[in-house]
Nanobody, 126 residues
Framework: VQLQASGGGLVQAGGSLRLSCAAT????????MGWFRQAPGKEREFIAS????????YYGDSMRGRFTISKDVSKNTAYLQMNNLKPEDTAVYYC????????????????????WGKGTLVTVSS
């Protein structure tokens, strides 16, 4: 599976962005796609995951509400809608995929996840 994330950029606090993660290769079956982020000097943090087959979702602590994950199977793409962005949301955002379930991706050590896209930078100005 190859993943390509896009949609990052500079946004003012309170604004919104939608990130996209296009997947190519063997994305059928039991794959889960997810989003993580990593701010400078911090650990990679789980945001949300979604089952490619049935759409079940799982969110990290404090992520539900402002962040919404979704998918378009016809486009092999997962999305992360981010609303009411804050300066502390500034980070590199990564999409990931693995043969697992949404909750398992959320609680896993990120280094154990099989597939990663290159990150896309989100900068939120105050």
């Amino acid at each position: 599976v190859q993943l390509q994330a896009s949609g990052g950029g500079l946004v003012q606090a309170g604004g919104s962005l939608r990130l996209s993660c296009a997947a190519t290769g063997r994305t059928y079956g039991t794959y889960v796609m997810g989003w993580f982020r990593q701010a400078p000097g911090k650990e990679r943090e789980f945001i949300a995951s979604i089952s490619y087959s049935n759409g079940m979702t799982y969110y990290g602590d404090s992520m539900r509400g402002r962040f919404t994950i979704s998918k378009d199977v016809s486009k092999n793409t997962a999305y992360l809608q981010m609303n009411n962005l804050k300066p502390e949301d500034t980070a590199v955002y990564y999409c990931a995929a693995d043969r697992t379930n949404p909750r398992a991706m959320g609680v896993a050590d990120w280094q154990d996840i099989d597939f990663w896209g290159k990150g896309t930078l989100v900068t939120v100005s105050s």
